[in-house]
């Protein structure tokens, strides 16, 4: 449904976007995902037809982004970061403008406006001023307005942005309901919404993809070793980490945090994926401590994320 | 024809703001007062005299002293005013982020352009059409020649014309609603001021100088000619401004 290949865009001399590929099929809902100026927004800018490529090729729904513009932008849906809105329109008059200029005739603005306040719980606002609405209602009118026309493609950048919790609860709900019959892309830089609302995740860094994957795929393939946490009762933790770190298959232990007066937690990584909580067990048991605890972390996509957009490896205090 | 969303649109938001019934107050309350008080007063003046003066009584033409100088005074006004209603058209748009929107949606860029000028006309001919008061009530009371206040009327509208697509021309550079009025009124000040200034240069320099400069094309109107010359300058020059709007809006292609 959307192709990009090799796309490129300068903004004077710097480079929004560097060589960006990607495909996204039909019924797909995509993540992009990265942190602010990494490039999301230009791509989707590129992808809505309001800046051409410096270079390399998009195609929507096999329209080319330069060449077939006006047939990409009548098949798009798009809310972009700032919710374009005119404040001094009705929500119904200005949901009915977009319509008319998305080509629908009369009978069918008329229902579409309807049906579309109703899924985006625009109802009891509908003769209100949007200059005069909160930020949530003024989110969802922006929804509203790019899922007017029905589009085989939508791209929603930062929408659950300035929401309170439960209106974000809303959206993702709203997008996800759109899964099957449309594709969408949904930008953003909360990660757990990606491994909620969608079925791929593009991680974008300095204008380049650095992953494309499910968000459960991700985590497996970038998890190269294990971690485990172990709460031990003990005398001398310098000890407990010594014998910890000794263990075959370790690559590092520490002191995590003190549970208790004389409880320690501990963080053991292993440098491969071979099983060694039984290993460690046995290790802290022969030495007559107590073992309270063991169990291994999954690392998030949180983690999986920091390590790829920094360069440096991630200090591992933060990621527990 | 989807430029027509975009022209009811914009209807929609003049009179949706207070600005546009504001604008349109003091048009017609500035060219009242002014004619008023200054034209047809002295139009009194002279007839009185005429009464008394055979020899007045000749070149007594209401059309000549009075409707002439309620056009005059139209134009002038609309210096003032027209920039007011332009400066909004693509500054606004860029400023509140709906631009994005405006060039995201299915529209040429031409389609979005002339839905925008022909609203803003709209608004302005619907103020001229309040200002027929004064011939109407002239006509009362004396009997002016009707054919050449049509005419004049016909120059002030292609005036108008000219006005709005320069004053969206500078709209569509900035996002700053108050440069693009100013900025407006600067230049179209300058255009005026370089009629000024032709008598001052040689007469080469004269002539083209007294060919630039806008007002001078609404003469032959207000004397009830149409000049197809004028005629034609208003709508080069019109459309050599739209023109120029669109390379303008077309340079968010390469611009960041």
């Given amino acids: 449904m959307i192709e990009v290949d090799g796309v490129t865009k300068y903004y004077g001399p710097f480079p929004a976007i ?58 798009v849906g798009y809310l972009p970061e700032t919710v374009p809105l005119y404040t001094d329109q009705t929500v119904r008059s200005y949901l009915n403008f977009i319509a008319e200029v998305r080509g629908l005739d009369r009978s069918q603005r008329k229902k579409r406006v309807g049906e579309v306040m109703e899924e985006c719980g625009l109802e009891e606002v509908r003769e209100k001023l949007i200059g005069k609405l909160s930020k949530g209602y003024r989110q969802r009118v922006g929804i509203a307005q790019a899922l007017i026309h029905k589009p085989e493609v939508l791209i929603l950048d930062e929408p659950t942005i300035g929401l309170d919790p439960r209106q974000i ?33 593009l991680i974008i860094n300095q204008g380049r993809i650095v992953a494309a994957d499910t968000p459960e795929n991700l985590t497996a393939r970038l998890q190269k070793g294990m971690r485990i946490h172990i709460q031990v009762r003990d005398s001398d933790p ?23 007066q004389g409880v320690h937690r501990y963080v053991v990584e292993s440098s491969d994926r071979t099983d060694i909580r039984g290993k460690l067990a046995r290790k802290v048991v022969e030495r007559g401590w107590d073992l309270l605890e063991l169990h291994s972390v999954e690392m998030s996509l949180e983690d999986i994320f920091l390590q790829l957009v920094t360069e440096e490896p991630v200090e591992t205090e933060t990621l527990s | 024809m989807r430029w027509v969303a975009i022209y009811k649109k914009e209807l929609r938001s003049y009179f949706a703001s207070p600005l546009a019934y504001v604008i349109a107050f003091v048009f017609i309350a500035i060219v009242g007062v002014w004619w008023f008080f200054w034209d047809f007063q002295r139009f009194v003046i002279i007839s009185m005299q005429a009464a008394q003066n055979p020899y007045y009584a000749e070149a ?24 007011l209603l332009t400066m909004r058209l ?11 929107l405006l060039f995201t949606l299915p529209l040429r ?19 001229l059409l309040l200002t027929a008061v004064y011939p109407v009530t002239m006509a009362l009371l004396t009997n002016p020649e009707p054919i050449p206040i049509l005419v004049g009327y016909l120059g002030i509208t292609l005036l108008g014309g000219a006005f709005i697509s320069f004053g969206i ?74 023109f120029l709007t669109l390379r303008s809006l077309e340079s ?3 611009r960041g």
């Fill in chain 2, 169 to 242: 021309f500078i709209s569509s550079l900035t996002e700053n609603q108050i440069i693009a009025a100013f900025g407006t009124y600067g230049l179209l000040l300058v255009l005026l001021a370089m009629g000024w200034s032709s008598s001052f240069v040689g007469p080469s320099v004269a002539e083209v100088l007294k060919d630039l400069n806008i007002f001078n094309h609404l003469q032959s109107f207000l004397k009830g000619v149409i000049d197809t010359r004028d005629v034609v300058f208003y709508v080069l020059f019109s459309y050599f401004f739209l």
């Fill in chain 2, 109 to 127: 860029d031409w389609e979005t352009l002339l839905g925008k000028f022909l609203a803003c006309w709209t608004v302005f001919l619907l103020m």
């Fill in chain 2, 90 to 100: 693509f500054a606004e748009e860029k400023k509140t982020g709906t631009y994005e």
């Fill in chain 1, 18 to 75: 560097k060589d960006v590929s990607f495909r996204v099929e039909k019924g797909e809902i995509v993540g992009f995902l990265g942190p602010n100026g990494a490039g999301k927004t230009t791509t989707m800018k590129i992808l809505t037809c309001f800046h051409p490529p410096t270079f390399g090729k998009a195609k929507v729904a096999g329209f080319d982004v330069v060449e077939d513009s006006l047939e990409v932008r009548k098949r």
């Fill in chain 1, 169 to 201: 609860i809303e959206i993702r709900h709203l997008i996800r309901g759109l899964a099957g019959e449309r594709t969408v892309i949904v930008s953003t830089h909360i990660l757990p919404e990606v491994s909620m609302v969608c079925n791929r995740a």
């Fill in chain 1, 238 to 260: 310098r000890e407990v980490q010594r014998v910890l770190e000794s263990t075959e298959g370790v690559s590092r232990a520490y002191v995590d945090k003190e549970i208790s």
């Fill in chain 2, 252 to 254: 968010r292609r390469w």
């Fill in chain 2, 60 to 83: 007594l033409n209401v059309n000549e002293i009075v409707i002439r100088n309620l056009f005059g005074n139209l134009a002038l006004v609309m210096l003032f005013g027209l920039p």
